[in-house]
């Protein structure tokens, strides 16, 4: 019965070491971004990667586009509309010349992340809670993890109606 | 003892699952690249982001840098040298300007990931084996999954001995 009890335990304990290294799980925290109720979901730096971007301009950043497990199954499946639950991720940092990787390339040719940049941003997917904006809920949050005001969520759904034929979603999965 | 089975049962269940999703688990396959007899790590592609970078010139890529979860938690940790078992992926994909994007934004300024390109990269840390070179191994994997020729390997560890200062790589932590 002792053999049997520690064997409990010590799977257990890898299962609980495997759960808290999931951080997509647990309970969203902060303050909820205005029209669509959405707050900043934990664990979220640490999803997969569904793809990578330069946006030059105003926006002068290195982003990359997250998924939670429902959203990665989906891109790779190819499955759209994207199934409830699915959750994608921008985060962005500043986009600046690395002289170190330039002194080594020879060259000026290198580019990397620098600080966090143009906040956070999430697509959630609810087809009912989220009915007349395509099934998403949008939510920016600032630097601070405060969300961006009433104003700039008011300008997600339309921009992203442009994307309409790939469920509002802009980004390609990087193979 | 029915119900003991039963729970063991269970949760081993979990486990396996969790585990599955755990790609980094499991064993090596495909070539050996030369040198350092290094294999492409199995579910490298679900790792966790270190960071990402464009490179300009000759390279012109986007790139993400991924780490397995030694590597992770060193980068969080701060913890230099990278203990042993990290390993470090470097995936790039061809840098196009996206039309799409960019008819959404009304100004050119949008690039994201293309194909995969300049194959992928690894450095992992065995400090016994890799003795020689800084206690890693370095791996370049053509888009086929072959690994480069021998003098392309050679090139590496010559090239990080520039960083030496932070255990000879190159990437920064992008928060």
């Known amino acids: ?103 080594t390339f020879g060259r000026p040719q290198s580019f990397v992340a620098g600080p966090p940049k143009n906040g956070v941003q999430f697509m959630v997917k609810d087809s009912r809670k989220y009915a007349s904006t395509g099934g998403w809920g949008f939510a920016q949050f600032n630097k601070d993890g405060k969300p961006a005001d009433e104003a700039v969520h008011k300008t997600c759904f339309p921009c992203h109606q442009a994307i309409k034929a790939r469920d509002f979603v802009f980004t390609h999965y990087a193979p």
Do not use: Q
Request: hydrophobic share 45%; charged share 20%; aromatic share 8%.
């Open 1 to 103: 019965m002792k053999r049997i009890v520690f064997l409990l335990l010590a799977v257990s304990a890898g299962c609980i070491i495997a759960a808290s290294m999931n951080p997509g799980a647990g309970r969203a925290d902060g303050e909820a971004a205005p029209i669509f109720g959405v707050k900043i979901p934990p664990g979220y730096r640490d999803w997969r990667l569904i793809s990578v971007a330069h946006e030059a301009g105003n926006l002068n950043d290195l982003r990359a586009i997250l998924g939670n497990d429902v959203a990665m199954r989906a891109y790779r499946e190819g499955k759209l509309p994207f199934p409830e639950g699915t959750i994608i991720a921008r985060v962005a940092w500043d986009y600046v010349p690395s002289e170190e990787n330039n002194k």
